[in-house]
């Protein structure tokens, strides 16, 4: 049905209007709203301290919703100058000024940003806008600068984008994002801000104020009551927070941060966070909501004061002291000490904290949980990842966890360790536990897989190594075997004085079992059916139907068996380019699915020639297994090292590297990195021999040229190998070089960090040695 001339005519009206609102009545409303008064309640200049008897309550909002105000009236004042009605050209508090574009929002229908043309001027506390440069030009805005400021400076994207360079200028209620045509403008307004920023002293919040009174007064309880008693907004309140307790530079956050979570600004988190604070008094089971909070914690370090002067608020004087609402909170203070440590300031009034609940509630449980805080704060150094559920658990009833770990020949052990127990303790801890503190050999914590291991360091906290397998189990659930702790041999000094009917015995039979199933021992097939042979054996004693048989793959390693089958006859492509067009147009018709069906046949033949060479292959180690009869156990793993031990690098750690200069001439890119005690080798993959060894005294330097690229220098040449294992081999060398008594080739962490030994497993991120497990002797 059409519209009637005269509502046509009314909706065209009501347009026009809202474009000369927009063009014209937006200064209007900007000159009367946008003078911002930037003393806002949570501030005070550094310099202002007010007196005791000044009663700092809790935010409060007015009656229109949009202010937030708090009853001091000298918080209140503005800071921003009224200036007299002189011409804008000469004023001489000027810094910096110029024509410079500012994003306008429309109105309601037209929510759209549209620059436009203001004259600007720059003082040294705030930053002003003009209609124009004349005289008697009015003030249509005006942005107060504090310490708190922040500003952009111009990307060329936004250039791209636009043809304008931005600039944009964060205050506590708005924000100027400005567009100038010149780079050199821009970086000018940019620097002029900044400078005029930097200037400004440092503000402090109403709480950090009354911190500073608490610590000066901690000896005058009278005072002390004082204070707590007029001053609200140290205590537990029910009612949302509306600001931070502490200052939060103004603008938004940088998302680039780790962590796939997204935020907004510092102070908005800040406040967020207080509801989920809150919202702890109601919850069941506060696990859940315990570990959020600390994930954020994690991911905005900044916020960790801020958590930690809230909760010391909500938990002094609450409305039930050591109820369940009031237990959650200190649960989380709990989790948090365990966690972070905070600013020595924070630190100070929280200990005082701690000790006052401990004075007033001595037989009490929150008295327990300040003084297992007071006991974590005295170790904590920060961590890698958060607690895991099962820790947050743990840490709730103030309690220890148990640590599995898996040591190879013998059973698993059970280790307690709390949020700070490092690698090092706990590999002390089964040197001593298992007997082998009197041995040369070094013994370290390892991380494993069924595809890969690697070595714990030292300084590594087990409570991050359980967390990141928690996170793992959950990510790759079904994918892959769960990932575990295994306690092994590190670095082989001396094996051939280890007693055969030894602990440490067993640990190098298993260990070396594992480099032949990895086929780091080359040798040949008839010495691995041997093994092989040697292996059932020191499991089932003699030849039985009925013993247990464990499958090939845990006997011979898998990799021969995959080799002695020749690869497949690669498809020969069509000689001339018609036979190609035609196979190109064959390939999406009926004949499409003909080369998925052929290589399907190709792996089913595949298995079943594995399967073959696998069953006679089991039937030849056998037969051997049928020779052994009468052998036992010790003397059957002794032979099974004796063999071992014939390869010359037995005892060191293979690294699969890629060579990018070879001493050799032309050598094959793909080589083993062998590292021992006495010498560093270079071996053909498969091959007994060493295609080229240094010895330590020949090694000059080496370090991490990138995070993938190891530099080994040997003489007067430089060895660059490609890895995803630079730290271990790192490690690894430093280890053995501790043990050399020539002199040290050079270490890129100085002198120091090639001579100190400390401790029995390698450090994680930098490069430190490992003592012997005979300086751990009880």
């Given at each position: 049905m059409p519209f009637p001339g005269g509502l046509w005519w009314l909706l065209c009206c009501r347009q026009g209007f809202t474009l000369l609102r927009r063009d014209y009545g937006e200064a209007e409303?900007?000159?009367?709203?946008?003078?911002?008064?930037?003393?806002?309640?949570?501030?005070?200049?550094?310099?202002?301290?007010?007196?005791?008897?000044?009663?700092?309550?809790?935010?409060?909002?007015?009656?229109?919703?949009?202010?937030?105000?708090?009853?001091?009236?000298?918080?209140?004042?503005s800071l921003i100058v009224e200036k007299g009605p002189g011409p804008v050209e000469e004023d001489p508090d000027a810094l910096v000024k110029g024509w410079l574009q500012r994003e306008v929002r429309g109105g309601v229908k037209t929510p759209w940003l549209r620059p436009r043309k203001y004259w600007f001027v720059l003082t040294p506390d705030s930053l002003d806008y003009y209609s124009s440069n004349e005289r008697g030009a009015k003030r249509l805005g005006s942005l107060v600068l504090t310490s708190l400021c922040s500003v952009l400076w111009p990307d060329k994207q936004t250039y791209k984008e636009t043809g304008f360079w931005s600039l944009t200028v964060f205050g506590r209620k708005h924000c100027y994002r400005l567009y100038t045509e010149h780079l050199h403008e821009a970086v000018r307004w940019v620097c002029a801000v900044q400078k005029v920023i930097d200037s400004k002293a440092p503000v402090q919040t109403p709480t950090q104020l009354l911190m500073r009174d608490v610590e000066e007064h901690c000896g005058s309880p009278e005072v002390l009551e004082q204070i707590y008693r007029c001053n609200p907004i140290l205590r537990y309140t029910s009612s949302p927070l509306y600001a931070p307790l502490l200052p939060f530079p103004y603008g938004s956050l940088d998302q680039s941060a780790p962590g796939p979570h997204s935020y907004t600004t510092l102070r908005d988190e800040a406040v967020k966070l207080f509801n989920s604070l809150q919202q702890l008094e109601s919850q069941q089971d506060p696990v859940p909501l315990i570990q959020g909070v600390l994930q954020t914690c994690l991911d905005l370090p900044p916020l960790v004061d801020e958590i930690y002067c809230q909760l010391v608020k909500q938990t002094t004087e609450p409305p039930a002291p050591g109820g369940p609402g009031d237990l959650h909170y200190w649960q989380l203070l709990t989790c948090m000490s365990c966690t972070f440590l905070p600013s020595p300031p924070v630190l100070r009034f929280l200990h005082f904290h701690l000790d006052r609940t401990e004075s007033r509630f001595p037989a009490s449980e929150m008295?327990?949980?300040?003084?297992?805080?007071?006991?974590?704060?005295?170790?904590?150094?920060?961590?890698?990842?958060?607690?895991?559920?099962?820790?947050?658990?743990?840490?709730?009833r103030r309690q220890e966890m148990v640590c599995t770990v898996h040591c190879p020949g013998v059973a698993a052990c059970s280790v307690s360790i709390s949020s700070h127990t490092?690698?090092?303790?706990?590999?002390?801890?089964?040197?001593?536990?298992?007997?082998?503190?009197?041995?040369?050999?070094?013994?370290?914590?390892?991380?494993?897989?069924?595809?890969?291991?690697?070595?714990?360091?030292?300084?590594?906290?087990?409570?991050?190594?359980?967390?990141?397998?928690?996170?793992?189990?959950?990510?790759?659930?079904?994918?892959?075997?769960?990932?575990?702790?295994?306690?092994?041999?590190?670095?082989?000094?001396?094996?051939?004085?280890?007693?055969?009917?030894?602990?440490e015995f067993a640990l190098l039979f298993e260990q070396a079992h594992e480099m032949v199933l990895r086929g780091y021992v080359p040798t040949s097939e008839e010495t691995l059916q041997t093994l092989a042979a040697l292996r059932l054996q020191s499991l089932n004693s003699d030849f039985s139907a009925r013993a247990p048989f464990p499958r090939l793959e845990e006997l011979f390693p898998p990799r021969v068996l995959r080799a002695r089958l020749a690869p497949p006859r690669a498809d020969l492509p069509p000689k001339c380019r018609g036979a190609r067009l035609r196979a190109g147009l064959l390939a999406g018709g009926l004949w499409g699915r003909a080369p998925a069906k052929r290589r399907a046949e190709r792996d089913l033949r595949l298995r079943g020639r594995l399967r073959e060479e696998g069953a006679s292959t089991m039937a030849a180690i056998v037969e051997k297994w049928k020779l052994l009869r009468g052998m036992g156990r010790p003397e059957a793993m002794a032979a099974y090292v004796a063999l071992v031990r014939e390869w010359p690098g037995f005892g060191s750690t293979l690294f699969d590297v890629d060579l990018r200069a070879s001493p050799v001439g032309a050598g094959p890119q793909r080589l083993w990195l062998s590292v021992g005690a006495k010498a560093v080798s270079l071996y053909k993959p498969g091959e007994p021999e060493p295609?080229?060894?240094?010895?330590?005294?020949?090694?000059?330097?080496?370090?991490?040229?990138?995070?993938?690229?190891?530099?080994?220098?040997?003489?007067?040449?430089?060895?660059?190998?490609?890895?995803?294992?630079?730290?271990?081999?790192?490690?690894?060398?430093?280890?053995?070089?501790?043990?050399?008594?020539?002199?040290?080739?050079?270490?890129?962490?100085?002198?120091?960090?090639?001579?100190?030994?400390?401790?029995?497993?390698?450090?994680?991120?930098?490069?430190?040695?490992?003592?012997?497990?005979?300086?751990?002797?009880?």
């Open positions: 409303r900007e000159a009367d709203g946008e003078a911002e008064e930037e003393a806002s309640f949570e501030l005070r200049a550094q310099g202002d301290r007010a007196s005791l008897e000044v009663s700092l309550s809790q935010p409060t909002r007015t009656s229109s919703g949009s202010e937030r105000s708090l009853l001091v009236s000298e918080e209140m004042r008295a327990e949980y300040a003084r297992f805080i007071q006991e974590a704060l005295g170790k904590t150094r920060g961590r890698e990842c958060v607690p895991s559920l099962e820790e947050i658990l743990v840490l709730t490092t690698a090092e303790e706990v590999a002390q801890e089964l040197v001593s536990r298992l007997g082998l503190s009197q041995s040369p050999n070094l013994f370290a914590l390892y991380e494993q897989s069924r595809l890969r291991e690697q070595p714990v360091g030292s300084s590594t906290l087990l409570a991050d190594v359980l967390t990141r397998f928690e996170n793992l189990a959950a990510e790759q659930r079904g994918q892959d075997a769960p990932r575990r702790l295994c306690f092994k041999h590190y670095g082989f000094l001396d094996t051939d004085s280890v007693p055969r009917d030894s602990l295609l080229d060894s240094f010895c330590y005294s020949r090694i000059s330097s080496f370090g991490a040229s990138d995070s993938s690229t190891f530099r080994l220098s040997v003489e007067d040449q430089d060895l660059l190998f490609e890895t995803s294992q630079v730290d271990e081999i790192a490690r690894l060398l430093n280890t053995y070089l501790a043990r050399q008594p020539q002199e040290l080739p050079a270490s890129p962490l100085g002198p120091d960090a090639a001579v100190r030994p400390r401790g029995l497993c390698p450090p994680a991120g930098s490069w430190q040695h490992l003592v012997p497990a005979g300086s751990f002797s009880s």
